[in-house]
Every structure is written in structure tokens, then in C-alpha cells.
């Protein structure tokens, strides 16, 4: 019996369920982390990183990027666009289901043309 997650995931990647994922994103949309200061990103990175300090201006020029990615707002401080990033990521968990489930019945043809030749 399938649990009530993989029912809700069977539902999410149903080819009609395009609006609906749009409809989560919209209600995601709003979720974001609370600014925190540049100073504060860029000692965790360094502590993260560990060899060397990375320069100011490889941090903004990383979360510019990230903010034209949606990823991150950069205003007061950086925040975290939580919403866009699990609705990405959302998309991301589909199309690899649907990779899999391709690559699945490729394997299961070629297995089934190999014992016919055998």
C-alpha cells in the first residue's frame, strides 16, 4: 500500500496536475528567510571554506547571481526566496522521475530483445 507522500507525489507528477503546480507555487511564492547582513554571510562562508578567506566582491558577484537566478534577494541583506527554491527544486525531483521511469523501460526493452536473441 502506498504511503499517503508517495500518493501526493503520484499526484504531482500526473501530466494534468501543470496547473496545480502552479497554483503551489504561487502560495510558495511568499516564503522567504529573514535578511541577514552581508558581514554575517560572507564570516560563515569563510568558516564554511576554511582555507582562505573569499573576497567581498566573490560574494556579491555570487549572490548577484543568485538573485538573478530568484534564489535570493539582496536588500537589507541577503534572504532566501524559500518558495521559489523548493518549487525549482519541485520540478527538478519531477523531471528526474520522468528520466527514470524512461530509462527504466529502455533497460526492460533492451532486457527483453536480449533474452529473445539468446
Do not use: W
Not at 535578511?35 to 582555507?51: M, S, W, Y
Not at 566582491?57 to 534564489?71: G, H, M, Y
Amino acid at each position: 500500500m502506498k504511503s499517503n507522500l508517495d500518493l501526493t507525489f503520484a499526484k504531482l507528477t500526473n501530466p494534468r496536475m501543470s496547473a496545480g503546480l502552479m497554483v503551489l507555487h504561487s502560495l510558495l511564492e511568499t516564503l522567504q528567510s529573514s535578511p541577514i547582513p552581508p558581514r554575517k554571510v560572507r564570516d560563515k562562508v569563510d568558516t564554511l571554506i576554511g582555507e582562505r578567506p573569499v573576497s567581498k566582491q566573490s560574494i556579491t558577484n555570487a549572490a548577484r547571481r543568485l538573485e538573478e537566478a530568484n534564489v535570493l534577494e539582496r536588500g537589507e541583506g541577503y534572504s532566501v526566496n524559500y518558495g521559489y527554491l523548493l518549487s525549482v527544486l519541485l520540478q527538478q525531483v519531477i523531471h528526474l522521475n520522468e528520466c527514470v521511469r524512461d530509462l527504466e523501460e529502455e533497460v526492460a526493452a533492451l532486457k527483453s530483445v536480449t533474452k529473445s536473441l539468446a
